[in-house]
């Protein structure tokens, strides 16, 4: 049974990496890119840390079209 091994970086902490370099994204984007860093990660995990974030005020979401949000860093 292999092991588990811990991550050096959380998976929101290299989400706002993402933002900061690449600036506004739309969700499906930022999931694309952040599936490269973290490929245990699914929608819901996704939707839970742009919610936490959210609430903390440091992104900003909006509705975009009819199931996509435009994501962006607050400064």
């Known amino acids: ?3 588990k091994t811990w991550k ?3 998976a929101y902490f290299v989400l706002l990496e993402i ?8 969700d499906t984007d930022l999931f694309e890119a952040l599936s490269g ?3 245990d990660l699914g929608l819901r995990d996704l939707n839970e840390l742009l919610m936490r974030l959210e609430i903390s ?3 900003r979401t909006t509705s ?3 199931g996509k949000r435009h994501i962006e860093l607050v400064t």
């Open 57 to 59: 005020g440091k992104i």
């Open 37 to 39: 860093e973290c490929p």
């Open 64 to 66: 975009m079209a009819r």
């Open 19 to 26: 933002l900061q370099k690449k600036g506004s994204m739309s």
């Open 1 to 3: 049974m292999p092991a």
């Open 8 to 10: 050096t970086r959380p």
